[in-house]
């Protein structure tokens, strides 16, 4: 029988996810009825994919009954479209976005600029007068032996 280590376990897998869903600026996002995205299924649109995969939990998670629509369409080297994503508010209005060469944060950003409100002028103006970003920058996530090791 191996021997217990002797060490203390880190955050549980649910713990980190938690974390992540419910960090600040927390999307609430008010104004907004429904979300279409569309990207390239791969090789293209980096932003949008990324924006996906890391924004788009969170805004599900901070607003439950938001309609949100991701297609993903097969793009071939010669086909020169691109991505975009449709943002219908409650007042029956829509706009589309350009999402063609843009970081994930911009994204989610000009989304927050958007269909927010006032709530997120404010958040602003207080991270502006302690002089910190509105979105926090990404954080460059570690590899090999730098993610085990503490």
């Known amino acids: 029988m191996p021997r217990k280590p002797k060490t203390i376990p880190g955050p549980s897998r649910l713990s980190v996810i938690?974390?992540?869903?419910?960090?600040?600026?927390?999307?609430?996002?008010?104004?907004?009825?429904?979300l279409r995205l569309t990207y390239a299924y791969r090789n293209d649109h980096f932003g949008a994919r990324h924006f996906v995969k890391e924004e788009l939990p969170r805004i599900r998670y901070a607003?439950?009954?938001?309609?949100?629509?991701?297609?993903?369409?097969?793009?071939?080297?010669?086909?020169?479209?691109?991505?975009?994503?449709?943002?219908?508010?409650?007042?029956?209005?829509?706009?589309?976005?350009?999402?063609?060469?843009?970081?994930?944060?911009?994204?989610?950003?000009?989304?927050?600029?958007?269909?927010?409100?006032?709530?997120?002028?404010?958040?602003?103006?207080?991270r502006a007068a302690a002089g910190e970003p509105a979105i926090p920058p990404p954080q460059k996530a570690k590899s090999g032996a730098a993610a085990v090791l503490p």
Not at 18 to 34: C, F, G, I, M, V
Not at 90 to 117: C, P, Q, R, V, Y
């Open 18 to 34: 938690l974390a992540r869903l419910t960090q600040e600026p927390r999307p609430y996002l008010p104004n907004l009825k429904s």
């Open 63 to 126: 607003n439950p009954t938001i309609g949100i629509h991701v297609d993903k369409k097969l793009k071939t080297k010669e086909e020169t479209w691109k991505p975009e994503m449709v943002v219908e508010l409650k007042n029956g209005t829509t706009h589309k976005l350009d999402l063609d060469g843009k970081w994930s944060t911009t994204i989610f950003s000009e989304l927050m600029e958007l269909s927010a409100g006032s709530w997120w002028q404010k958040y602003k103006k207080e």
